[in-house]
């Protein structure tokens, strides 16, 4: 037989999976807020990356104690086959997701030393003001793409999710 995960004697995978259903959400809504207002980057950057963090690393797990569930319980049937394919495609996006966030602090973070550079050494002439707005534009879309991959990643938490729950759910109270 092979190895199980558990928590507290119960299968880990309806308990991890909610990590994924809770926290790449979050950091998706976390991550909009960035793109709206990119002064919140400097407080909330940081915990909102570390949320999504989780949520990615949770992924895997989760994948991993579905499928040892799924051999508990002999295979589950083609409700579980439809939830278990449609979980395969979300570890791609969620990865781009967490690497274009950490793109978005990173660049914001050089875009905030450029304007900060910029305003202490009193240069305001139309090329340096140019070459400043540059970073500034780029840690933008770069942060309107993250949080557009965000919301990807969040439809595909729910499709995934939905077909686990009929999986689930078929059948009871019926």
């Not at 199980?4 to 309806?14: D, V």
């Not at 439809?155 to 729950?165: F, K, N």
Request: aromatic share 4%; glycine share 14%.
């Amino acid at each position: 037989m092979e190895f199980m995960i558990t928590i507290g004697g119960l299968p880990a995978h309806p308990l991890i999976v909610h990590a994924v259903v809770v926290l790449l959400p979050l950091a998706a809504v976390g991550t909009l807020a960035l793109a709206a207002r990119p002064t919140w980057r400097r407080n909330l950057g940081v915990p909102v990356f570390l949320i999504a963090l989780v949520g990615v690393v949770a992924v895997p797990v989760a994948t991993q104690t579905g499928d040892q569930l799924r051999g508990l319980l002999g295979g589950g049937g083609p409700l579980v086959e439809v939830h278990e394919e449609r979980a395969d495609h979300l570890l791609p996006y969620a990865i781009l997701f967490l690497v274009l966030l950490l793109a978005t602090l990173l660049l914001g973070r050089l875009a905030d030393r450029s304007d900060a550079a910029g305003q202490h050494d009193g240069q305001h002439d139309g090329q340096h003001a140019g070459q400043l707005r540059v970073p500034v534009r780029l840690a933008t879309s770069v942060g309107v793409l993250a949080a557009v991959a965000g919301l990807v990643v969040t439809g595909l938490v729910v499709w995934i999710g939905d077909a686990g729950a009929k999986a689930v759910w078929s059948g009871v109270g019926g």
